[in-house]
Nanobody, 119 residues
Framework: QVQLVDSGGRLVQAGGSLRLSCAAS????????MGWFRQVPGKEREFVAE????????KYADSVKGRFTISRDSAENTVYLQMNSLKPEDTAVYYC????????????WGQGTQVTVST
């Protein structure tokens, strides 16, 4: 079955950087819209970034614009989230997700990776 494996989360100091990875199996990332979401305990999962299957400019939540970059490596069949200038409020479990088109819901999800930003 389709599998998305998130990795790269860890404890980092404020102002630092991390790169999250989302490795896909039985799903070609170039054929799907790929997104990153995050969730803090007690709150709803929120959108972070998205890269469309047809190309075009990636989309970002206002809270991460200018600091995070989503990218896709077709050869590795992996999606990345480069996170710079991290803030304590970026602390969350980060999930990658895939959907077949912009009119579909995100239907495939990774297991999540914990990012903790300390002051």
């Amino acid at each position: 079955q389709v599998q998305l494996v998130d990795s790269g989360g860890r404890l980092v100091q404020a102002g630092g950087s991390l790169r999250l990875s989302c490795a896909a199996s039985r799903l070609i990332v170039s054929y799907y819209d790929m997104g990153w979401f995050r969730q803090v305990p007690g709150k709803e999962r929120e959108f972070v970034a998205e890269i469309g299957r047809t190309g075009g400019r990636p989309k970002y939540a206002d809270s991460v614009k200018g600091r995070f970059t989503i990218s896709r490596d077709s050869a590795e069949n992996t999606v990345y989230l480069q996170m710079n200038s991290l803030k304590p409020e970026d602390t969350a479990v980060y999930y990658c997700a895939a959907r077949p088109s912009i009119t579909s819901r995100y239907e495939y999800w990774g297991q999540g990776t914990q990012v903790t930003v300390s002051t």
